[in-house]
């Protein structure tokens, strides 16, 4: 995977910085050298993160980092042209880039933000947290329906798993939606501060 990153990163250099160096001005004769550095270290410290995923086996699974690459692929298409850098961003480091994506995002027609970069940064990972604690929460509900199934446990220690299953399910929804509310209202107050300052 490390490999694949560096060439595909090393491919990107030659193919896009490169050329526009030959036609730029002195500004991208300077900035070049720079530009290489860095797509270089990105190159270098994703495949060491990736490594590190690897061997603690805490990697996503290559469904969501799938869909995840997808969504983007979608969504900046949506807004202009196909963003093949955030693409690929997504898809080397996964979907933890989701919500640097999301701040930086270009708006569509009617759409605003408000306040800075740290802010929109801190709303994006609200948004990202509740979808991924909402992924985990399905997850467990599935792994907890499908094990009654499962011949070696009693049948009234099956009927308190659905039980309890269907019960967090509720709790869960319900606490899920008080955040959200709790979470809008704080954001309304501090946007309305920042827009009358």
């Known amino acids: 995977m490390f490999h694949l990153a560096k060439v595909f990163g090393h491919t990107i250099i030659i193919t896009i910085i490169r050329p526009v160096r030959k036609l730029s001005f002195i500004f991208f004769d300077k ?5 290489l550095k860095l797509c270089n270290r990105c190159v270098i410290l994703g495949g060491n993160i990736q490594r590190k995923l690897e061997e603690k086996k805490i990697m996503w699974p290559r469904w969501i980092r799938a869909l995840a690459t997808l969504w983007v692929a979608w969504d900046s298409k949506q807004r202009k042209t196909l963003d093949w850098f955030w693409v690929l961003v997504v898809l080397l480091l996964g979907p933890l880039m989701l919500p640097l994506y999301l701040t930086v995002r270009p708006l569509t027609k009617g759409e605003k933000r408000t306040g800075g970069f740290i802010w929109n940064l801190f709303i994006s990972l609200e948004n990202f947290a509740t979808w991924v604690v909402g992924l985990a929460g399905a997850a467990v509900f599935v792994e907890n329906i499908t094990t009654p199934h499962d011949p070696n446990l009693p049948e009234v220690r099956r009927a308190e798993i659905k039980a309890g299953s269907l019960a967090g399910v509720f709790i869960f929804i319900f606490l899920v939606g ?9 954001r309304q107050q501090i946007e309305k501060n920042l827009t009358s300052s």
């Open 31 to 35: 900035c070049t050298p720079i530009l």
């Open 178 to 186: 008080l955040e959200k509310i709790g979470f809008e209202y704080f």
